[in-house]
C-alpha cells in the first residue's frame, strides 16, 4: 500500500472533519465581526463603548443559553438539521441588524438572535464527529474546527479593515446563509454513504433512569472542573479577544484602522494556538490534564509581562503569548474533553452545557470590562485577567486523571 494512503477510518474523519472545519469558520466569522468594527463603529459616533459592550453581552447571553438549550436538542436530533438551520438563520439575523442599529432594542434583538441560532452549532458538531470517527481521529477533528474558530479573528479583521462595519456585516450573512445550504447538502451525501450514523451511542439506563442518573455520569467525567477550564478560558478567548481592538486603540494608543490591522494579525498568529496544543500534547504523552497545567502557567506568566512591559510592540507580543496560552487549555477542553464523553451519549449536552457556562461568563465579563476600562483602567483590567489565569492554575492542579486514562487508543470498541 501506498505509504501516503489513507486508511478508510482516515477518509471518513477527513470528510467530517473537512465539513465541520469549514462550516465552524462561517461560525467564528461571523462571531468576531462585532469585536473588529467596534473602534469604526465607536468613532461613527453610532455607538459607545459602554452600547458596544451591553451589544456584545446580549449577544454572548442568548448564545450561552441557546448552547444550554440546543446541547441537549443536539442529543435528539440530526446534526445536519440543527447545523444547516442555525448557520442559515444566523444570517438572516445578521443581515437584519445593521438595517435597525438606529433602534436600539430591535438591534440589540436582531444581534442576540443571531447568537440563539449560532448556538445550533457546536454541540451537534461535536457529538457527530465524536460518534462518526475513533477517538484518536475525533480528537485532531475537533482540533480542526478549534483552529477555524481561532481563525475567524483575522477573517473578521481582515474584512473589517477594508469594509465598513454595515458591509462587514453582510458579507458575513451571505457567508452564514451560503453555508447553511452546502452543509445540508453535503450532511446528506454523508448519511446516504454511510459516513455518518445517527444512534451509535446512548446513554446506559438502568431502572427508573432519569436527568439524575445523566448528573452522576458527567460529575464521574470531571465536569465540575472541566467547567471550571471552561469560565477561565471563556472570558480570555472570547471577551479579551473581542476588545482586543479597543484595547489597541485606548490603551496604546493605535489610529482604529492601525488597530484593526494589528488585530488581524495578533488574530491570525493566534489562530496557530490549535497546532502549539496538539504538539505540546503529543510531547507529553499525551496528557491532557499536564497540558492544561502548563497552559496556565505559562498564561499567567504572560499577563504578567503585558503589566509590567507597557512598549507597544513587546506588550502586543506578551498578550498574544498570554492569549495562546490560555488558548491551549481550552483547546484541550473542546477538542480532548468533550469528544472523550462519547460513551455517555451525551457529548451534545455536555459540550452545551460547558459552551453555556463559558459564554456566561464571557457575558459578564464583557459589561464589566466596558465598565472597568473607565474606572480602573486597562492596567487593572490586565491584572484581573492576570488572576483569572492563576485561578486555571489552582484548578488544574484538582481531579487529575493518569496518562493512560486521558487518551483512548485508535480503534477502541464501542460499548
Known sequence: ???????????????????????????????????????????????????IGTLSSVYFITYAVGQLINGSIGDKIPAKYMIAFGLALAGVGNLCFPLCAGLPFAGYAAYGASGFFLSMIYGPMTKVVAENTEPIYATRCSLGYTFASFFGSPSAGILAAFLTWQSVFLTSSVMLLLMGCVCFLVFTLFERRGIIVYGQYTRRRTGTASRTEGIRILFRHRIVKFTLISVLTG???????????????????????????????????????AFVAVFLYERLNRNMDLTIRIAFIASAAGFAMVFFWKHPAVNIVCLIFAIMSSNIAASMLWSRYCPSLRDTGMVSSATGFLDFMSYMAAAASSRLFASAAHTIGWSGLILVWLFLMLAGVAVSFTGCDTPAKNEPQEGADKT
Request: proline share 3%.
Open 1 to 51: 500500500m501506498n505509504r501516503f494512503s489513507l486508511s478508510p477510518a482516515a477518509r471518513k474523519a477527513l470528510l467530517i472533519g473537512c465539513m465541520c472545519s469549514i462550516s465552524y469558520l462561517a461560525v467564528y466569522v461571523a462571531r468576531n465581526i462585532l469585536g473588529a468594527v467596534s473602534p469604526q463603529m465607536i468613532a461613527g459616533g453610532t455607538f459607545t463603548t459602554e452600547s
Open 235 to 273: 472570558v480570555v478567548r472570547t471577551t479579551v479577544v473581542f476588545w482586543l481592538p479597543t484595547y489597541l486603540a485606548q490603551y496604546l494608543g493605535f489610529a482604529e484602522d492601525t488597530a484593526a490591522l494589528l488585530f488581524t494579525a495578533a488574530t491570525f498568529v493566534i489562530s496557530m494556538t
